[in-house]
T-cell receptor, first 113, second 113 residues
């Protein structure tokens, strides 16, 4: 089946630093990937849609200058949290679509001190 | 705007019981509906995917039904086991091309031995 990986699986950083999260489709090409954020005991909330070779589409309320998305190839999308603050601490999950289904990465736990 | 609701939010049952998790959505214009399992601190595992033209899907002890016209889906788990303890998420894919999944808040299931 389709496999999506994320790296790192967890990261702890100081407030004000930037963190990059990678999402890779390992055995298929994904022209579209999605980035979600999940707060404790909450559901997944879509942050942005990442399209290969073009600018990402952000959901309302998501700051595009804070959450930089780059989809440079058909198998890689990156999310960079710039100038991270404690309120950015969350579980970030990417998804790639193949055929009829959506396949999710294992998630990245970000903790900002 | 599509909204997905899951009831109950939490459920505790003894091992061996059959149980039903409910999911409702407000807009019947969906492409498909997917049920996921999420273990604490982990990513998503796809359980079942039902296309809008289908009524149900089965995998092992799991059976998911879809009534698109009424905006409802159920996940039936037969002979529950402690290993089934997890959060179960329902998500719909809107009909529009390229759109992301919209998730419910999930049902947290605890099966005691």
């Amino acid at each position: 089946g389709a496999v999506v990986s994320q790296h790192p699986s967890w990261v702890i950083c100081k407030s004000g630093t930037s963190v990059k999260i990678e999402c890779r489709s390992l055995d298929f090409q994904a022209t579209t990937m999605f980035w979600y954020r999940q707060f404790p005991k909450q559901s997944l909330m879509l942050m942005a849609t990442s399209n290969e070779g073009s600018k990402a589409t952000y959901e309302q309320g998501v700051e595009k200058d804070k959450f930089l998305i780059n989809h440079a190839s058909l198998t890689l999308s990156t999310l960079t949290v710039t100038s991270a603050h404690p309120e950015d601490s969350s579980f970030y999950i990417c998804s790639a679509r193949q055929g009829l289904g959506a396949f999710f990465g294992p998630g990245t736990r970000l903790t900002v001190l | 705007k599509q909204e997905v609701t899951q009831i109950p939010a939490a459920l505790s049952v003894p091992e061996g019981e059959n149980l039903v998790l409910n999911c409702s959505f407000t807009d019947s214009a969906i492409y498909n509906l997917q049920w996921f399992r999420q273990d604490p601190g982990k990513g998503l595992t796809s359980l079942l995917l039902i296309q809008s033209s289908q009524r149900e899907q089965t995998s092992g002890r799991l059976n998911a039904s879809l009534d698109k016209s009424s905006g409802r889906s159920t996940l039936y788990i037969a002979a529950s086991q402690p290993g089934d303890s997890a959060t179960y998420l329902c998500a719909v894919r809107p009909w529009q091309a390229g759109t992301a999944l919209i998730f419910g808040k999930g049902t947290t299931l605890s099966v005691s031995s």
